[in-house]
Nanobody, 124 residues
Framework: QVQLVESGGGLTQAGGSLRLSCVVS????????MGWFRQAPGKEREFVAT????????WYTDSAKGRFTISRDNAKNTLYLQMNNLQPEDTAVYYC?????????????????WGQGTQVTVSS
């Protein structure tokens, strides 16, 4: 019933920017906090950013602070991740996810629906 579809990934060089989008199906997008996670080959899933139901609060992993911006457009049922000054260590599959409630979470266990992922590759 709930489906999340990411887009906007691709290949860029160090210092470049990408904007990821996540379109969420359903009629209750604004009721939930949302998050972005990433997973590099051979590594565990890593928290990137989260946002509460109306966008009034955001939280980032340390490596993303100052470079990434999470936002949402509830009228369009869409979550965004603006990524600036990308570095090779940002290379991963990026996933959007819906939280279990309206607040924010940093632990993946607190998210109940996930997108299929979009590949971000940053070359040096």
């Amino acid at each position: 019933q709930v489906q999340l579809v990411e887009s906007g990934g691709g290949l860029t060089q160090a210092g470049g920017s990408l904007r990821l989008s996540c379109v969420v199906s359903g009629r209750s997008f604004s009721d939930y906090g949302m998050g972005w996670f990433r997973q590099a080959p051979g590594k565990e899933r890593e928290f990137v950013a989260t946002i509460n139901w109306d966008g009034s609060f955001t939280w980032y992993t340390d490596s993303a602070k100052g470079r990434f911006t999470i936002s949402r457009d509830n009228a369009k049922n869409t979550l965004y991740l603006q990524m600036n000054n990308l570095q090779p260590e940002d290379t991963a599959v990026y996933y959007c996810a819906r939280g279990r409630a309206s607040t924010f979470y940093t632990n993946y266990r607190n998210y109940d629906y996930w997108g299929q992922g979009t590949q971000v590759t940053v070359s040096s």
